[in-house]
């Protein structure tokens, strides 16, 4: 299999926990988890471990200044601004949504991290991050443009040796379960399954994408992944595990279910789980022990992405009466 550059930036191998008592309040099948919140960076989450191919890339190419789009929530526009500070690139950060009185949560961060920021809406987000690309290079600034959510083939690349890494802690278990969105994540997921042998199955809980459309971007991207990797599988469609029945109100929008996969989480096994991501893929994994979905002589592994900063936002705290 093709080597391709990193830079070692996140705490690895990040550790794989058995969670005894949210199984015994569930009575369902063993639940470990998988703790990417402790990446190191920022607060950690899934993003560092894209981030160490994705500025590889961007030093390779002789980049000074980079440039990603996000919510005014974003994980990975965190841990991208903490990344360039920490390796001495200039950051533009794209952030859809209105802009807030005060700065909390992840937003407080990126200010922190010294990320220059553009608001502008969800509709024209992708546009303006085109617009500041092509500015940052006519003014010589050298830029290195990440996607949403770092879920290019480069970005994703990084999953396939996650799952490399679950396998050499000695865990196999009969499903992942994790947060699913921009793809990246689950295509890497899936193109280590089948590069390193993994046996179990790899379902992704969309937390906002249909599930029709987050196959399809999915098996693309995990098969551009192998072939970039020098080891070629056509990914269909059909063969990605996706539920969408769990978006909610929106993304962002938390619920009834997302309030009480975060308590459940919290007063059971002590862990943070955020309002976004972690919180809905939980809620899902919960709901679907309820109904049987799994065998209750199986192994579920919940992959937490990371994600804590969210929750201390002005938004979520009001919801969550803390």
């Known amino acids: 299999m093709r080597t391709i550059p990193s830079i070692n930036i996140a705490h690895l191998p990040t550790p794989v926990e058995v969670l005894p008592r949210l199984t015994a ?29 994705l500025l590889a890339e961007a030093q390779a190419n002789g980049a000074h200044t980079v440039l990603t789009a996000g919510a005014v929530q974003s994980n990975h526009c965190r841990q991208t601004a903490a990344a360039c500070a920490r390796l001495n690139f200039a950051c533009i950060l794209i952030l859809s949504g209105e802009q807030p009185q005060a700065a909390t949560g992840n937003l407080l961060l ?11 809406s969800s509709e024209e987000r ?10 940052a290079w006519e003014a010589g600034r050298r830029p290195y443009l990440i996607p949403y959510g770092g879920s290019n083939t480069t970005g994703a690349t990084a999953y396939v040796y996650a799952i490399h890494e679950l396998l050499t802690q000695q865990y196999q278990p009969d499903w992942i379960v994790f947060a699913s969105s921009s793809g990246g994540t689950q295509a890497g ?9 993994f046996n ?9 994408e249909s599930e029709g459309k987050l196959k399809l971007g999915v098996a693309t991207l995990a098969s551009a992944v192998t072939d970039l990797l020098g080891e070629k599988t ?17 993304y962002g929008v938390m619920g009834a279910p997302e309030i009480e996969a975060i308590r459940l989480f919290a ?5 943070i789980l955020d309002p976004v991501y972690t919180g809905r893929a939980a809620a899902g994994m919960i709901d679907l022990i309820r109904l049987g979905y799994f065998k209750p002589d199986e192994t579920v592994l919940f992959w937490h992405t990371g994600g804590t900063p969210a929750i201390f936002s002005d938004r979520y705290v ?3 009466n803390l």
Not at 126 to 135: I, K, T
Not at 267 to 271: A, D, P, Q, V
């Open 267 to 271: 007063r059971t096994e002590g862990l």
């Open 200 to 208: 179990g199955k790899v379902l992704g809980i969309s937390v906002d």
């Open 318 to 320: 009001q919801v969550l």
């Open 234 to 250: 056509n990914f269909l469609a059909q063969d990605i595990l996706v539920t969408d029945n769990y978006r909610g109100a929106g």
């Open 25 to 53: 309040e569930l009575g369902g099948p063993t639940i470990l988890v998988k703790r990417d919140d402790l990446t190191g960076l920022a607060f950690g989450g899934n993003k560092t471990r894209k981030l160490e191919f």
């Open 110 to 120: 990126d200010q922190l991290f010294n990320a220059e920021i553009i608001w502008t």
């Open 189 to 197: 997921l899936v193109a280590g399954a089948k590069l390193f042998g």
């Open 126 to 135: 992708d546009q303006m991050l085109q617009q500041a690309f092509q500015n």
